[in-house]
Nanobody, 126 residues
Framework: QGQLVESGGGLVQAGGSLRLSCAAS????????MAWFRQAPGKEREHVAA????????RYTDSVKGRFTISRDNAENTVYLQMNSLKPEDTAVYYC???????????????????WGQGTQVTVFS
């Protein structure tokens, strides 16, 4: 099955930036649609961004449009989430997910993804 491992989370002041990475081992990410989800304490997991197998068809939840950018490097087997202009409401655990059946047009529901990373904490303070 392979593993997805997120990194790049941390503590940042509002207005700052972070870049999350999701590295895959034991699988070829090029076959998969990829997504980032997040879950804040006491809230449901929500979709943040997704991207098709070839880097096309990127989609974002409304609250992050214009601030976050999802990208991928299939040669490096890695997916990224560049987060700019961070706000305290972006505080959450961020999860990387891979979906084999949604490789072309990636989905925005958690049940469309087969594999998940362990998550990385992002905390934004004002």
């Amino acid at each position: 099955q392979g593993q997805l491992v997120e990194s790049g989370g941390g503590l940042v002041q509002a207005g700052g930036s972070l870049r999350l990475s999701c590295a895959a081992s034991g699988r070829t990410l090029m076959e998969y649609g990829m997504a980032w989800f997040r879950q804040a304490p006491g809230k449901e997991r929500e979709h943040v961004a997704a991207i098709g197998w070839n880097g096309a068809n990127a989609r974002y939840t409304d609250s992050v449009k214009g601030r976050f950018t999802i990208s991928r490097d299939n040669a490096e087997n890695t997916v990224y989430l560049q987060m700019n202009s961070l706000k305290p409401e972006d505080t959450a655990v961020y999860y990387c997910a891979a979906g084999l059946r949604w490789a072309i047009v990636p989905g925005n529901r958690a049940d469309q993804y087969d594999s998940w990373g362990q998550g990385t904490q992002v905390t934004v303070f004002s």
